[in-house]
C-alpha cells in the first residue's frame, strides 16, 4: 500500500520548513555581503574624498608648472594603489559570498535529494505488485536530477575560477601598469 496521505503531508510540510530555512539562511548571507560591500564602497568614497581634497590643495599650492605636474604625478601611485586594494577586496567580498551561497546550496540539495530518496524508497516498500517500472523511473529521474546538478555545479566552479584568474590577472596588469608609471614618472 502507498504511503498515507498524513505521511506525504509530513514530508511536503518538512520539506517546505527546510526550504525556508535554506532562504532565510541565504537572505541573511546576502545582507552581510550587501553590508560589507556598502561599508567597502563608504570607506572608499570617504578615502578619495580626503585624498582628493589634499591632492587639489597640494596642487593649488604649487609655485610653479614643473611643480603642479612633479605633484601631479606623484599623486598617481597613491591612486593606483587604492584601485588595486579596492578590486581586492571586492573580489573577497565576492568569492566570500559566493563560497557561502555554494555551501548552502549544496546542504541544501543534499538534504532535500536525501528526504526524497527516503520517500521514494518508502513508497517502493509499500508499492503494490506490478508498479516497480514507475518506481524505477521515479528512482531514475532523481538520479538524473542529481546528475544534472553534479554538471551544473562543475561548470559554475569552473566559471567562478576562471572568473577569479581573470580578475586577478586583471589587477596584476593594472598594477604593473602604475608600477610603470609611476617609475616613468621619478625619472
Avoid at 584601485?83 to 541544501?108: D, K, P, V
Amino acid at each position: 500500500m502507498f504511503p498515507n496521505q498524513d505521511q506525504i503531508s509530513s514530508t511536503a510540510k518538512a520539506n517546505f520548513e527546510t526550504q525556508l530555512a535554506a532562504v532565510t539562511e541565504l537572505t541573511n548571507k546576502a545582507f552581510a555581503s550587501i553590508a560589507q560591500l556598502v561599508e567597502l564602497n563608504v570607506n572608499a568614497a570617504k578615502s578619495t574624498l580626503e585624498k582628493s581634497t589634499a591632492a587639489a590643495q597640494q596642487l593649488m599650492a604649487a609655485k610653479d608648472p614643473q611643480e603642479f605636474f612633479s605633484l601631479s604625478a606623484a599623486q598617481s601611485q597613491p591612486n593606483a594603489e587604492s584601485a588595486i586594494a579596492y578590486s581586492r577586496n571586492l573580489a573577497s567580498i565576492a568569492s566570500a559570498a559566493h563560497a557561502e551561497f555554494t555551501r548552502a546550496a549544496e546542504a541544501q540539495i543534499a538534504e532535500t535529494t536525501r528526504k526524497v530518496t527516503a520517500l521514494i524508497d518508502d513508497i517502493a516498500k509499500n508499492a503494490p505488485p506490478g508498479s516497480e517500472n514507475a518506481i524505477a523511473m521515479l528512482k531514475a529521474s532523481i538520479s538524473n536530477a542529481n546528475a544534472a546538478y553534479e554538471q551544473l555545479t562543475r561548470t559554475t566552479k569552473q566559471a567562478t575560477d576562471a572568473m577569479g584568474a581573470n580578475m586577478s590577472n586583471a589587477v596584476s596588469q593594472f598594477s604593473q601598469a602604475a608600477e610603470n608609471v609611476a617609475a616613468r614618472t621619478k625619472k
